[in-house]
């Protein structure tokens, strides 16, 4: 698999970030508070909401602690 992807893959992934940030945001959450409640590190959160890469299962917790379906994250 190619170092580079296709620019919609990272316009996607920057659309996902934005989401977790505005709902983390509308939930009242910091980052901190949000990677506690799913198990993960602040880092990953972090990563999650500039549009990195992220795991499925992180995607899943996060989606799950703030209280939406990770269709609506992925949408």
Do not use: C, F, Y
Not at 55 to 69: G, T
Request: zero cysteines; proline letters at 3%; a neutral charge.
């Amino acid at each position: 698999m190619p170092d580079e992807q296709p620019q919609w893959i990272t316009d996607a992934r920057k659309a996902v970030g934005d989401r977790i940030r505005v709902r983390r945001l509308h939930e009242n959450m910091t980052q901190e508070t949000l990677a506690s409640k799913a198990g993960v590190d602040r880092s990953t959160i972090q990563r999650m909401e500039a549009g990195h890469e992220m795991k499925l299962s992180h995607l899943l917790a996060v989606a799950h602690e703030l209280r939406v379906h990770v269709t609506d994250l992925l949408h």
